[in-house]
């Protein structure tokens, strides 16, 4: 069994890109950081065994987000390039323009890497896209969820494979082949290739939610939680994930089989809806409501309250969530589109006359 800090070697790569041989073509993120440094030099060597066995192999093609946001970040893209380039590797420098937010920017950044990411993809004629997360991304990503009171859906990580939106409704999977092995093996990996990277200096910057966590995890570590421990938690909570998803699944079907269309009401049971499991009750009630509703994604700590108050009254309710209007009467809950909210009256100023 592999030391943590061992290089990948040849039987590691393999296993880590198995079943992707037959792809066209592979977007690689590589910003030239530890991680993606990495993962641009051993998917390039795993591409070359490829071909030479198969006579074909993936086209890849790395991409840079510039997101502008430090000065180094230029030089930092031509070195990437310049790796690239050595490495048989089509590169492309892609920069995030327009005005940065003043706070949340680093959601900001990821959002827009993930945009342009996608937008390249769709250009290149690829239909995946690989990212270089590792163990202990997926062990930060734990703890930043626990910390921000997420669900069982949070909880359950990185997906090794999901997917992302892209220019006409084309879906773009998301690739994570490095999310099982540590960063520790990534640095090794390179040192080992006598291959430089460089170093953000906001991974360092306490200013950042996900540095002050990242700070946690050698004490925990010491306490027996360490990244694999938390990785290990994810892939459970995946696994009761999708059990409970089986079940809102066959719950839907029971409660409500006709389908559900646009402007129509959905009408449960208010019995049949009250004898579900808790957790499966919720979540079918917040796909009721994000199907009728038309303000966005449904935020959990709303729904619950939302959920409580309908367990906790047996005659009526009447709510508004993400603009949805949710009602139980007469034994009936009923999900459906919310009324236009009024605009808020002006006030009226009156001219007064004041005498001296």
Same mark, same amino acid.
């Given at each position: 069994?592999?030391?943590?800090?061992?290089?990948?070697?040849?039987?590691?790569?393999?296993?880590?890109?198995?079943g992707?041989?037959?792809?066209?073509?592979?977007?690689?993120?590589?910003?030239?950081?530890?991680?993606?440094?990495?993962?641009?030099?051993?998917?390039?060597?795993?591409?070359?065994?490829?071909?030479?066995?198969?006579?074909?192999?993936?086209?890849?093609?790395?991409? @840079?987000?510039?997101? *502008? %946001?430090?000065?180094?970040?230029?030089? /930092?893209?031509?070195?990437? #390039?310049? &790796? !690239? $380039?050595?490495?048989?590797?089509?590169?492309?420098?892609?920069?995030?323009?327009?005005?940065?937010?003043?706070?949340?920017?680093?959601?900001?950044?990821?959002?827009?890497?993930?945009?342009?990411?996608?937008?390249?993809?769709?250009?290149?004629?690829?239909?995946?896209?690989?990212?270089?997360?590792?163990?202990?991304?997926?062990?930060?990503?734990?703890?930043?969820?626990?910390?921000?009171?997420?669900?069982?859906?949070?909880?359950?990580?990185?997906?090794?494979?999901?997917?992302?939106?892209?220019?006409?409704?084309r879906?773009?999977?998301?690739?994570?082949?490095?999310?099982?092995?540590?960063?520790?093996?990534?640095v090794?990996?390179?040192?080992?290739?006598?291959i430089?990277?460089?170093?953000?200096?906001?991974?360092?910057?306490?200013?950042?939610?996900? @540095?002050?966590?990242? *700070? %946690?995890?050698?004490?925990?570590?010491? /306490?027996?939680?360490?990244? #694999?421990? &938390? !990785? $290990?938690?994810?892939?459970?909570?995946?696994r009761?994930?999708?059990?409970?998803?089986?079940?809102?699944?066959?719950?839907?079907a029971?409660?409500?089989?006709?389908?559900?269309?646009?402007?129509?009401?959905?009408?449960?049971?208010?019995?049949?809806?009250?004898?579900?499991?808790?957790?499966?009750?919720?979540r079918?009630?917040?796909?009721?409501?994000?199907?009728?509703?038309?303000?966005?994604?449904?935020?959990?700590?709303?729904?619950?309250?939302?959920?409580?108050?309908?367990?906790?009254?047996a005659?009526?309710?009447?709510?508004?969530?993400?603009?949805?209007?949710?009602?139980?009467?007469?034994?009936?809950?009923?999900?459906?589109?919310?009324?236009?909210?009024?605009?808020?009256?002006?006030?009226?100023?009156?001219?007064?006359?004041?005498?001296?």
């Open positions: 069994m592999a030391i943590a800090d061992e290089a990948l070697g040849e039987e590691d790569a393999n296993a880590l890109f198995d992707l041989q037959n792809l066209r073509g592979l977007i690689l993120a590589v910003s030239g950081g530890p991680d993606s440094t990495a993962l641009l030099v051993v998917a390039a060597a795993w591409a070359k065994r490829v071909k030479h066995r198969l006579k074909r192999a993936p086209k890849l093609v790395a991409v @840079t987000i510039d997101h *502008g %946001l430090r000065a180094e970040s230029r030089r /930092e893209a031509a070195a990437v #390039k310049k &790796l !690239a $380039r050595r490495l048989g590797v089509a590169h492309r420098t892609v920069h995030w323009r327009g005005a940065k937010p003043n706070s949340g920017l680093q959601e900001a950044a990821r959002a827009a890497r993930y945009r342009l990411l996608a937008r390249e993809a769709a250009r290149a004629g690829c239909a995946h896209i690989a990212t270089a997360h590792t163990l202990d991304d997926q062990a930060e990503t734990l703890l930043f969820r626990l910390a921000r009171g997420s669900g069982l859906t949070g909880l359950a990580g990185m997906a090794h494979t999901s997917s992302l939106p892209a220019r006409n409704e879906e773009i999977v998301l690739l994570r082949p490095l999310l099982s092995v540590p960063k520790s093996r990534l090794a990996t390179l040192k080992a290739a006598r430089g990277y460089s170093s953000d200096p906001s991974n360092n910057d306490p200013r950042f939610t996900r @540095t002050r966590l990242r *700070g %946690l995890l050698p004490g925990l570590a010491a /306490e027996g939680l360490d990244a #694999k421990g &938390l !990785a $290990r938690l994810a892939a459970r909570m995946r009761a994930e999708a059990a409970i998803e089986f079940a809102v699944g066959s719950a839907h029971a409660l409500a089989p006709a389908p559900w269309r646009a402007g129509e009401p959905i009408v449960f049971s208010a019995g049949a809806f009250a004898d579900l499991p808790q957790e499966v009750g919720l079918l009630l917040g796909r009721a409501i994000a199907h009728a509703g038309h303000e966005g994604p449904v935020e959990l700590g709303k729904l619950e309250l939302v959920y409580d108050s309908l367990r906790a009254s005659r009526q309710v009447r709510r508004t969530l993400a603009g949805a209007l949710i009602t139980l009467e007469d034994g009936k809950l009923t999900v459906e589109g919310a009324p236009p909210r009024r605009a808020p009256a002006k006030r009226r100023i009156r001219n007064k006359t004041f005498k001296k």
